[in-house]
T-cell receptor
Framework: KAGVTQTPRYLIKTRGQQVTLSCSPI?????VSWYQQTPGQGLQFLFE???????NKGNFPGRFSGRQFSNSRSEMNVSTLELGDSALYLC??????????FGSGTRLTVV | EDQVTQSPEALRLQEGESSSLNCSYT??????LFWYRQDPGKGPEFLFT???AGEEKEKERLKATLTKKESFLHITAPKPEDSATYLC?????????????FGKGTKLSVIP
C-alpha cells in the first residue's frame, strides 16, 4: 500500500516569503502530525490533526500553521520565513495513535 | 514535560561486534515508546513500539527492551547496512498524548 507522500521534496525560499507544504497520509489514516528536524534540535513536534481538528500544538511561533482537509490530506504553512526555518519538515500519519508512519520529508532551505 | 535522552551520540562498531544503544526517558504516563531508524535524507522508518516495562521485541539483528526509566536497542552481529541514526521517542498520556517526543538519536556506523 502507498506510504505517506510529501510534496515537494525540496524547496528554496527567500527570507520574508511564505511556503506551503503538503502531506497525503496512508489511506484510511485520519491523524496527521508534522515535525521539524534540524541538526541542532532534532525532531520537534509542530502540530497534530485528526478529522480536520487540531488536537495538539507544539511550541512554535504563530508563523507556523496547518490544516487538514476532509480527505485527511494536510498542509502546513510558514509565513515570513526566517533563515532558522531551514529544516527537514516531516509528516507522519497514524490510524489509531499507536503507530506513526513518516514520509520522506520536505527539505526547506531559506536564503 | 516529557524528555528523552539517547546515548551515546555516535557509535562506531566493527562488523559482527554486538552493542547496545540507550534511551532514558521521563514521561507522564507512558502510552508507548518507539524506536525508529533514519537514513540520511530520508524520513524515520518504524522499528518497534513498546508499551510496558518488561516488554521485549525482536526483528532480525535488533532487540528492544523496556524498563520504567529506559529502553535499550541491542544490535547483535551488526552488518554495514545497519549503519543509520537510531531514534527513540515517547508518547505520554498527558496533555500532549497525540505527539511524540524524540531524543537526538544515536548515529551508528558499522565498519566492514
Amino acid at each position: 500500500k502507498a506510504g505517506v507522500t510529501q510534496t515537494p521534496r525540496y524547496l528554496i525560499k527567500t527570507r520574508g516569503q511564505q511556503v506551503t507544504l503538503s502531506c497525503s497520509p496512508i489511506s484510511g489514516h485520519r491523524s496527521v502530525s508534522w515535525y521539524q528536524q534540524t541538526p541542532g534540535q532534532g525532531l520537534q513536534f509542530l502540530f497534530e490533526y485528526f478529522s480536520e481538528t487540531q488536537r495538539n500544538k507544539g511550541n512554535f511561533p504563530g508563523r507556523f500553521s496547518g490544516r487538514q482537509f476532509s480527505n485527511s490530506r494536510s498542509e502546513m504553512n510558514v509565513s515570513t520565513l526566517e533563515l532558522g526555518d531551514s529544516a527537514l519538515y516531516l509528516c507522519a500519519s497514524s490510524l489509531d495513535g499507536k503507530g506513526y508512519t513518516f514520509g520522506s520529508g520536505t527539505r526547506l532551505t531559506v536564503v | 514535560e516529557d524528555q528523552v535522552t539517547q546515548s551515546p551520540e555516535a557509535l562506531r562498531l566493527q562488523e559482527g561486534e554486538s552493542s547496545s544503544l540507550n534511551c532514558s526517558y521521563t514521561v507522564s504516563g507512558l502510552r508507548g515508546l518507539f524506536w525508529y531508524r533514519q537514513d540520511p535524507g530520508k524520513g524515520p522508518e518504524f522499528l518497534f513500539t513498546l508499551y510496558s516495562a518488561g516488554e521485549e521485541k525482536e526483528k532480525e539483528r535488533l532487540k528492544a527492551t523496556l524498563t520504567k526509566k529506559e529502553s535499550f536497542l541491542h544490535i547483535t552481529a551488526p552488518k554495514p547496512e545497519d549503519s543509520a541514526t537510531y531514534l527513540c521517542a515517547v508518547q505520554g498520556s498527558g496533555a500532549g498524548s497525540y505527539q511524540l517526543t524524540f531524543g537526538k538519536g544515536t548515529k551508528l556506523s558499522v565498519i566492514p
